[in-house]
């Protein structure tokens, strides 16, 4: 099955917006698109003329990096650029839905809800892992897009591609399956978390969200990536403003993606991998600390005998963490981002101060508790 079929039959009709950058490329004097004749008078040279709707060199390397094909990939800003692009194109308003396991990223819901699109819940299993069964239960005809974050914010728990690649097969023909994986450069490069990138030409209604804003450190340039079948890549295309990426981030991100800069965010994961285990161990040893939940991302989200009270204590001593409390299963819980090692030193600092029953800790089972 075309995975164009699922989305909503006016969009795929929709004759879209022609830029002058789309109709004519090349050429000495450029006259098509009422821009300025003259650079600007601070800045660089180009930044007179509207963008490449999708820079050629950027699409390249994203491909390369995420091992898919060029027509795979759809560049936006941030990857919420592209939760909302797909809930927009597959969603009517009052007829469609789509598909969250909460707690998750709060995003999918928003985006749903803007559209008038329903949101349909499969929650996590109590210990936080993908309930696959769940998920494939309630799935209907009204949903187009089941959405599952691997790892998963705000909780932390890796999705194991066996699972993932399960479900991808089961809504096969009935719905998109949208991983999300902002975190995914972060998981145990020994388990069995890894993207499922590689399995997009395999699978039609497979769609990745992967960004450049975690372990690229690259949040403030607003650059996402949404890598799917070219299909789905080209509809989406329909919907997106013509000039989506300010010249200056595509150059940034040029510049920081770099091979020589990839060596150095390897080693930065490896950092992140060290502070979590470390972090996690000194954590669960504090008298306010209930339990840690385990992580695969570059936060650890932890739950507290009074999580208001060691909420403050770090806001006083000007530690900004998430209150997470509002979270479904999460009501006692702070999500904590892992930082350079003497910001994490701070935060196990303070939090040492803040009192607490080791009583009220939690059973964690040994299996979590490796993670
Ligand atoms: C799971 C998840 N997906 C997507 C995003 C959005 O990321 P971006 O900066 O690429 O828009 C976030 C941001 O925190 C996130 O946690």
């Given at each position: 099955?075309?995975?164009?079929d ?22 000495a ?50 990857s919420?650029?592209?939760?909302d ?29 803007i ?11 109590a210990?936080?892992?993908?309930d ?28 194991p591609?066996?699972a ?7 809504l096969?023909?009935r719905?998109l ?5 902002a ?8 388990g ?5 990138a590689?399995r997009?030409?395999?699978f039609?209604?497979?769609?990745v ?14 650059l ?9 890549i ?18 940034a ?7 020589d ?8 994961i ?15 040893s ?6 840690v ?46 930082g ?21 800790r ?6 979590e508790?490796?993670?």
């Open positions: 099955m075309n995975p164009v699922l989305a909503r039959p006016e969009l795929r009709a929709l004759q879209p917006y022609s830029s002058a950058r789309m109709e004519a490329r090349g050429g004097i450029l006259l098509n698109a009422n821009e300025s004749p003259w650079p600007p008078f601070a800045g660089r040279e180009a930044w007179n003329r509207y963008p490449d709707p999708q820079p050629a060199a950027l699409v390249a390397r994203l491909a390369a990096l995420y091992g898919v094909d060029d027509d795979q990939v759809l560049i936006g800003r941030g919420d650029e592209g939760i692009l797909l809930v927009r194109a597959f969603c009517a308003a009052g007829r469609d839905a789509i598909l969250i396991s909460p707690p998750t990223f709060g995003m999918y819901a928003v985006c749903a809800r559209q008038g699109a329903a949101v349909v819940e499969a929650p996590l299993r210990d936080f892992t993908l696959v069964d769940a998920v494939l239960a309630a799935v209907a005809p009204s949903i187009k897009l089941v959405f599952v974050c691997a790892p998963n914010n705000p909780s932390g728990a890796g999705v591609r066996a993932i690649l399960r479900l991808a097969e089961a096969a023909d719905a399956l949208v991983v999300d994986e975190y995914v450069e972060f998981v145990d490069p020994a069995e978390c890894g993207s499922v590689d997009i030409g395999d039609g209604n497979l769609v969200l992967r960004t450049l804003s975690k372990a690229w450190a690259l949040a403030g340039v607003r996402g990536a949404l890598l799917a079948d070219a299909r789905v080209a509809l989406l295309r329909k919907l997106m403003p013509p000039y989506p990426l300010p010249t200056p981030c595509v150059e991100a040029l510049r920081a993606l770099s091979e800069a990839a060596g150095k965010v390897r080693e930065r490896g950092v992140i991998h060290r502070e979590r285990a470390r972090l996690r161990k000194a954590l669960e504090l008298g306010c600390v209930r339990a939940l385990p992580s695969q991302a570059n936060f650890l989200t932890v739950r507290f005998g009074n999580a208001g009270k060691a909420y403050a204590a770090l806001l006083d001593a000007g530690v900004v963490v998430r209150d997470v409390r509002r979270y479904s299963m999460l009501g006692d819980a702070l999500r904590i981002t892992l350079a090692p003497a910001e994490n030193d701070r935060v196990l600092e303070v939090l040492g101060g803040v009192p607490g029953a080791s009583s009220e939690l059973a964690v089972a040994p299996a508790q490796s993670a």
